[in-house]
């Protein structure tokens, strides 16, 4: 398929998974409650670095040197399912010092899932099976979606309602991670390696998953580091108002994360098929999406985001409204981290994170004990805004564009994003091909 059929499909399926996933969050912000959502989330986000650390960043490896020969995901498969046992050990040992909200096996399920998703997820990326993925994705956050809508329209006691809610969302997770596994496996059945071809094969995707570690462990706390901030110095309340505006701005950023997920494989594949200049019109396109979004926020956000989600998140409309140019900025990096990536360029992003998490902690650190979140939310926004103008001003000096080009568009791609976009709005005319 052309890149952009694809970019459509996928995009489309997106939108289905965003809606399951906002739906998921909502729920179990309203069977736990304000204070204890806070703290479930919180502790994911606990797991979640732990799994970073774990994975190593393989998955850039894995789709990067995949995405050039699809025929070496035999061996690094050789090396990948030893390696899982091993982290789950690791892992093991590793919950026995932590305090968590979670259960021991619940927490241990959700981090061994998770590698596996993200491992697998890789092959898919590097197979290009873009839309596959989505598809099943999809499913499995349906069916979870029903699980906690069932247990919802359920009464429940508090403890077996916060029991059970771990065990739908980390099963899902695990659900998700096995049937990834089966597909890969069953398409890689007939292919086989030795021990001797998985050593070079690996040895390359560890010295290139290194620096993407380094670069995407300090992009993890660039971030998530406010979050812990936001835990000492504010409320429960306030902390679970906090990390909803970070979710809900996830939302903001699908589509560029989409387009990122797509550009990597595709830079790394072929410098053909995503060249400077194709970069530069997928960040018009997102410039020109956005500033309508925000518009509507700005509007609208003051009422609509209590209505949402609860009395108790009254704190996230200004929040919201100082992380705005944050997230169309962390948009942007996106996209542009995402080429630099596929095109081996790793330090740059590496020195990209820095100079963010350098102006996130010296912002969290002076003002959140005085300001509360939204100064968290000011000084992220400050950091994601000089990523990317470092990135901006890189690729004006190793490519030698105009700074100007990723933001400024022309009146016939204004004319192109609107039709697109009307053929999701006006399903009739939206013909899948």
């Not at 090396?79 to 026995?96: D, E, S």
């Amino acid at each position: 398929m052309h890149f952009n059929t694809i970019l459509k499909h996928t995009i489309a399926w997106k939108m289905i998974n965003t809606v399951l996933v906002f739906l998921v969050n909502l729920l179990l912000v309203h069977l736990l409650g304000v204070a204890a959502s806070g703290s479930f989330f919180y502790t994911i986000t606990e797991l979640s670095l732990m799994v970073l650390l774990l994975s190593w960043c393989l998955e850039s490896g894995i789709t990067y040197f995949a995405s050039k020969d699809s025929h070496i995901i035999s061996a690094i498969l050789f090396f990948i399912l030893p390696l899982l046992f091993l982290q789950a050990a690791i892992a093991l040992v590793v919950l026995k010092y932590m305090q968590l909200t979670f259960s021991y096996l619940m927490s241990l399920l959700f981090i061994v899932s998770s590698l596996v998703i993200i491992y697998f997820s890789a092959f898919f990326y590097a197979k290009k099976w873009f839309i596959a993925l989505n598809v099943i994705i999809c499913c499995v956050n349906f069916v979870t979606a029903l699980g906690l809508l069932f247990l919802w329209c359920g009464h429940w006691e508090a403890k077996s309602k916060t029991e059970i809610c771990q065990f739908v969302y980390i099963g899902g997770i695990a659900v998700l991670a096995a049937i990834l596994v089966g597909a890969i496996l069953f398409s890689t059945k007939k292919n086989t390696t030795t021990a001797e071809a998985v050593f070079p094969v690996v040895k390359e995707m560890f010295t290139y998953s290194s620096v993407a570690f380094l670069s995407n462990t300090l992009f993890f706390f660039v971030i998530r580091i406010d979050y812990y901030f936001v835990q000492q110095y504010c409320s429960p309340a306030a902390l679970s108002n906090y990390i909803q505006v970070s979710k809900f701005g996830q939302l903001l950023i699908l589509v560029p994360s989409i387009i990122g997920s797509l550009v990597f494989p595709y830079s790394a594949g072929s410098s053909d098929a995503m060249s400077v200049n194709k970069v530069q019109q997928l960040c018009r396109a997102i410039t020109f999406i956005f500033f309508p979004v925000t518009l509507v926020i700005v509007l609208t956000g003051y009422w609509v985001l209590p209505w949402v989600f609860g009395d108790g998140f009254n704190l996230m409309y200004v929040a919201l409204l100082l992380y705005m140019p944050g997230f169309f900025a962390l948009s942007i990096v996106t996209v542009l981290a995402a080429h630099l990536g596929g095109r081996r360029m790793l330090k740059a992003n590496l020195m990209a994170a820095l100079v963010a998490l350098i102006v996130v902690v010296a912002g969290d650190v002076l003002a959140i004990p005085s300001y509360g979140i939204n100064a968290a939310a000011a000084a992220s926004s400050i950091g994601y805004i000089a990523c990317c103008v470092y990135l901006v001003w890189l690729f004006k000096v190793k490519f030698n564009c105009t700074a100007k080009a990723f933001f400024v568009f022309q009146k016939k791609e204004v004319k192109y994003i609107s039709s697109q976009c009307k053929k999701f709005i006006l399903p009739s005319t939206y013909k899948v091909t």
